[in-house]
């Protein structure tokens, strides 16, 4: 990639070049051929430019996103052309973790999403989130609510960790309140917003089903996509882009609680939400969010809702039961 985009910036120039000379042997007047070549290189300079944040975009966006495609499955349309419908599940890893590591540990239920034809895209978070502290310590409560010591491979269990929003502009690695029940002030949840409508926009060109696939953190990110839509079904809001989304599969997760102010006074409502279907799956053994605390978020939808329990911790369940499940949820709408 590298080198075509450098290609492109090199053959810009020499072409601009070779335009300007040609233009100086039938100018009248040397000065006007010189300024004519003037204005090409600045045209050139800008060209290059483009191309070279062009670039730095891709490289970007290509680090921090996964996008894994599945066989299309075409369709026969009304008149009888050949069109190409496509499922897709968008992966919203957890706190503390980044999406090398999400993809990873979702290989088994990647590979039967895969096999069903439905594409799957990995993001990243956008907040980096720091060193625990400087001594390289966390307080007992911040280093239990790491999510399983999610990419846990340098000393301190924490590597490369990023959040979809922190809690304490203080201490961004305390997210001890989290799961409290209060109104908390989700600090870089626009950010993140953002990120995500640029994603869903970006792939609903050729996606026409769109599933999001919340764990724990990323299940408290979909819970206000779900009530955006809910809003925006009302003419309350400007979020239209979460219409696109069909269905929301929330894996150990648990409610939000923005603080009205932060999301638009009290226009964003939390409970009864009858627009996203959602499928909420529930691990018997999660200590990290106790099976209570996650049917208080199955509670906060109240139409086309679907559980699935089963007997492992906090974790995405990779077994053939609960991923043809979700298969089924996605594929089938049950």
């Given at each position: ?116 034809g439905i594409d ?197 369940p990779q077994h ?15």
């Amino acid at each position: 990639m590298d080198h075509d985009y450098a290609d492109d910036a090199k053959d810009a120039k020499d072409a601009k070049g070779a335009k300007g000379a040609k233009g100086a042997k039938n100018a009248k007047d040397a000065d006007d051929a010189k300024d004519a070549n003037d204005a090409d290189d600045d045209d050139t300079d800008v060209e290059v430019h483009r191309l070279e944040q062009r670039h730095s975009a891709c490289s970007e966006q290509i680090h921090h996103r996964i996008y894994l495609p599945a066989t299309r499955t075409a369709v026969e349309t009304n008149n009888n052309e050949r069109s190409f419908r496509c499922q897709l599940v968008i992966f919203v890893h957890g706190w503390a973790q980044n999406v090398r590591v999400f993809r990873n540990r979702n290989n088994k239920l990647t590979n039967r999403f895969l096999n069903h034809g439905i594409d799957c895209l990995f993001l990243n978070a956008p907040m980096h989130l720091p060193p625990l502290n400087d001594a390289g310590q966390a307080s007992p409560s911040t280093r239990t609510s790491i999510e399983s010591n999610s990419t846990g491979s340098d000393s301190q269990g924490r590597q490369d960790a990023y959040a979809w929003f922190c809690y304490d502009a203080q201490n961004p690695t305390d997210r001890s309140l989290s799961q409290s029940g209060q109104e908390l002030h989700y600090i870089g949840i626009e950010t993140s917003l953002q990120l995500l409508q640029y994603e869903v926009e970006r792939v609903s060109t050729t996606s026409t089903n769109i599933t999001l696939l919340g764990f724990s953190q990323g299940a408290v990110l979909c819970h206000v996509v779900a009530a955006l839509k809910e809003r925006s079904a009302k003419n309350i809001g400007r979020d239209d882009w979460c219409h696109r989304i069909q269905r929301c599969i929330f894996v150990g997760g648990f409610p939000a609680t923005p603080s009205n102010w932060q999301m638009e006074h009290e226009s964003l409502r939390l409970r009864n939400l009858t627009q996203m279907r959602s499928l909420h799956v529930i691990g018997l053994q999660d200590t990290s969010v106790p099976p209570p605390l996650s049917h208080k978020l199955v509670k906060c939808f109240s139409q086309n809702v679907a559980v699935l329990e089963h007997s492992k911790g906090h974790v995405v369940p990779q077994h053939a039961e609960a991923s043809q499940e979700m298969v089924d949820f996605i594929v089938k709408g049950r």
